[in-house]
Every structure is written in structure tokens, then in C-alpha cells.
């Protein structure tokens, strides 16, 4: 009996290797791409934008807070 690798085992092997690294590259690739200056700058918000958005956020808030204590209300009431 040989002792060793077939040619045809050899091929798979260097095939296999090649198709990982192949996709292995073009995620690092992707990785490397840097943002678009639109993708950059849509995250920052100016100081009255961030305080427009807490109030909004507040005012959701408390309607939602309102509307709870309603529902419960009319649930002690016991009329639905």
C-alpha cells in the first residue's frame, strides 16, 4: 500500500482553500469601505434637535401613562 496524498485529495484541498480565502477577502473588503458622508452624518443630531426629540419622547411619555391610568380606572369602576 502507498503511504502520501492523491493528486485528486491535493486539489480539493487547495480548491477549498482558495474559495474560503476568496470570501474571506471580500468581507474584509466590505469592512474597508468607509461609510458614505450621508451615512455619517444622519446619526448626528444638533443640541435643539436632541432636545426636540427628548420632549417628543416625554410627551409619548406621558399620553401612554395617561391612557393607563384611564384603563385602570375604568376597570376599578368595573365598567368596561
Known amino acids: 500500500m502507498k503511504k502520501g496524498f492523491s493528486l485528486i485529495g491535493m486539489l480539493l ?3 477549498i482553500i482558495g474559495l474560503m480565502a476568496k470570501l474571506m477577502l471580500q ?3 466590505k469592512a474597508l469601505v ?3 458622508s450621508n451615512q455619517q452624518t444622519t446619526h448626528i443630531q444638533t443640541p435643539a434637535q436632541a ?5 417628543n419622547v416625554r410627551a409619548t411619555l406621558n399620553q401612554a401613562q395617561r391612557a393607563s391610568q384611564r384603563r385602570a380606572q375604568v376597570r376599578e369602576d368595573g365598567s368596561f
Open 34 to 36: 468607509p461609510p458614505s
Open 51 to 55: 432636545q426636540q426629540t427628548l420632549q
Open 13 to 15: 484541498v487547495v480548491l
Open 27 to 29: 468581507q474584509y473588503r
